[in-house]
């Protein structure tokens, strides 16, 4: 059973400074893996999606990367702004099924002024 | 730009009442999902849906749940008798044919009294 993991659980840095979110995965027979944002209250907005034969997707300031065979992505966020205060989550979806992504537990962030 | 649209955005109902989630997918959609969201835990996938029939389901969704595409833009999801344990943030996400991303509903924050 895949399981997803996500360190760490909360994390504050002031504007300004880069910051890498990290997801691990226990399965590695992943299709892709998706990056998503989650403000207070709100749905879940798709950051960056990057598909298993792929190993990096970029948009604008933020960059995610992928490694398989450890089972690992993170995202990177440069020069980092009050606006990207969220709860960013990481997805996969396994081969095997069509649609079932499993979502890890979240990284509370905030960025301060 | 085409968004998943939700309502009513928060439902209260007694337990043991029946409620139906509503979801309006992105119009040229034709792959729909449930996803459930407990405070303060992961995000968990529900269902599947394509022509017409459920292609994948969890073991979270037992015969309490159903959907159904009533019509050409609404996808619902109805929970026949509530339980407490029920009260979570409902999720619907739909994507297009030949692509990955799933795109989110604001969500319905259901709360079961």
């Known amino acids: 059973k895949q399981e997803v993991t996500q360190i760490p659980a909360a994390l504050s840095v002031p504007e300004g400074e880069n910051l890498v979110l990290n997801c691990s995965f226990t399965?590695?027979?992943?299709?892709?893996l998706q990056w998503f944002r989650q403000d207070p209250g709100k749905g879940l907005t798709s950051l960056l999606l990057?598909?298993?034969?792929?190993r990096e997707q970029t948009s604008g300031r933020l960059n995610a990367s992928l490694d398989k065979s450890s089972g690992r992505s993170t995202l990177y966020i440069a020069a980092s702004q009050p606006g990207d205060s969220a709860t960013y989550l990481c997805?996969?979806?396994?081969?095997?099924?069509?649609?079932?992504?499993?979502f890890g537990t979240g990284t509370r962030l905030q960025v301060t002024l | 730009e085409p968004e998943v649209t939700q309502t009513p955005s928060h439902q209260v109902t007694q337990m043991g009442q029946e409620v139906i989630l509503r979801c309006v997918p992105i119009?040229?959609?034709?792959?729909f999902y449930w996803y459930r969201q407990i405070l303060g835990q992961k995000v968990e996938f529900l269902v599947s849906f394509y022509n017409n029939e459920i292609s994948e389901k969890s073991e979270i969704f037992d015969d309490q749940f159903s959907v159904e595409r009533p019509d050409g833009s609404n996808f619902t999801l109805k929970i026949r008798s509530t339980k407490l344990e029920d009260s979570a943030m409902y999720f619907c996400?739909?994507?297009?044919?030949?692509?990955?991303?799933?795109?989110f509903g604001p969500g319905t924050r259901l709360t079961v009294l």
């Open positions: 997805a996969v979806l396994n081969t095997g099924t069509a649609s079932k992504l499993t």
């Open positions: 990057i598909q298993s034969s792929q």
């Open positions: 996400a739909s994507k297009y044919t030949g692509a990955d991303t799933q795109y």
């Open positions: 399965d590695s027979a992943i299709y892709n």
């Open positions: 119009s040229n959609h034709l792959y």
